[in-house]
DNA sequence: GACCTTGCATTGTGATCGCAATTACGGGCT
DNA sequence: AGCCCGTAATTGCGATCACAATGCAAGGTC
């Protein structure tokens, strides 16, 4: 592991710790790592060819934005256990934020934005129908931001996106769980139709029912006691590709 | 700088990025470090007599909550200018989540939180009275936050403290601009009867109306044209006590 | 005098090493 | 067999070194 005879340019191409927080950022979102289990960064660095210093950085990152967690005691870091609590108050957020972003985006929304999102979504449809279950969060993680980049709030996409990083493992459990084909994309028609129209109420509301459906599926799942509170072992190599 | 010595034996005390992480992070938050200016890695740990590796850390962090800006091309960092719609977009999240908070923390109020939060109180008209800028704001911030705490809301809070965090450098450039004595504290007297009473929604109210106050005086500091958009020079070295 | 070029200092990034502490595991004792 | 303790491995943290790239500034050219 890592070969010091071909040393990077790095400079204007992305830099190795970002790509190493891209991965880890990725495999939790797609629920890749278990909540609850242990990961070390030597464990994690060995796993993507890099020493142990890149992966430091990312996942000092990743602890800022509470997508993983660190004992105090150990100091050892582990992804969060999902619990109601935690649901709930991800869930208020986002019923907050991501509307308000969708209202922003409407009047500032292109028809290259609409196709664009038209695109995306037949992608998640596809993985619907499938059963493609990281297809499916990947297309729908695509849908929404898309969207909320539009409305060009920087501070607010930056919490959104923290927000949806905190949440993936409540999505994979679910989707894990109930499977992908119960959940409908009528909602994200209706935000087409929305942004179509630079209708912001509409957008609005349209995302605020998308979100109200999901998470009401992931608090039924946690309520009927998924794998939540897993017991933190330690020495847990996680493959991420 | 860095004396290899003592070996500081860690562990269970602080470790050296935390406490670099509350330097700058106090540095940040009491406008220690104007916005605009760059700082660099280097200069900040020989400031601190560390090492460029646990201010790294800290600074990862300061900059995944967005506290620090990287320049993507230049790779150099800075502390994030001040500009309308980063105010308008951090006015809008804690007019949102704040008086949430308080009136989660309504419910679970005692005694001896009001008798804390009336000690800070008298700290604050102190610091007010003597025009001790830096004093007024920990304070404020410990109001705050004595009382966001005991919420019980893990996420929320630290999206609270994120924010703060943010706004920060907003609130040095009011209140060295207008001077601290403009600012009553008679919101947080009714904040804290509305605890004592376990009122939900008049601590929601309270704290609404005292973030309404002060976001006023820093939206006019900063629509007055504050020096908001500082050239970002480099090689700038900021005293960190 | 203005503009370009060359040189040196500084910066962020990554690798490697050393250290202290915790954890895991195995052998020995009761 | 069950428990306990000692040893080895693993882990996170911090320092130092190396390197590519950028920044600034002095010196030269037209």
Request: hydrophobic content about 45%; charged content about 25%; glycine content about 8%.
């Amino acid at each position: 592991m890592a070969e010091p005879k071909t040393r990077r340019p790095l400079a204007d191409s992305t830099a190795v710790h970002d790509q190493v927080y891209d991965s880890i950022r990725q495999a939790l979102i797609t629920g890749k790592i278990a909540p609850g289990v242990g990961v070390s960064l030597r464990s994690l660095a060995a796993e993507l060819g890099v020493s142990p210093m890149p992966v430091r950085d990312a996942v000092r990152r990743l602890v800022a934005e509470r997508a993983l967690a660190i004992n105090p005691a150990n100091k050892r870091l582990s992804v969060p256990s999902l619990t109601a609590e935690r649901l709930e108050q991800l869930e208020l957020a986002r019923q907050w934020i991501e509307p308000e972003l969708a209202a922003r985006a409407a009047p500032r929304a292109d028809e290259a934005l609409v196709r664009k999102l038209k695109v995306i979504d037949q992608d998640l449809e596809e993985a619907l129908r499938v059963g493609d279950v990281d297809g499916y969060m990947v297309a729908n993680h695509a849908f929404h931001f898309a969207i909320y980049e539009r409305a060009g709030a920087e501070v607010l996409l930056a919490m959104a996106g923290g927000l949806w990083l905190q949440i993936g493992p409540f999505m994979r459990v679910v989707f894990g769980r109930v499977g992908t084909g119960s959940l409908p994309a009528d909602r994200h028609a209706e935000a087409m139709d929305a942004l179509k129209a630079k209708d912001a109420d509409g957008a609005r509301r349209a995302i605020a029912a998308d979100l109200s459906e999901g998470m009401d599926k992931m608090r039924a799942a946690v309520g009927a006691g998924a794998g939540l509170t897993a017991p933190p072992p330690t020495q847990t190599v996680i493959t991420i590709p």
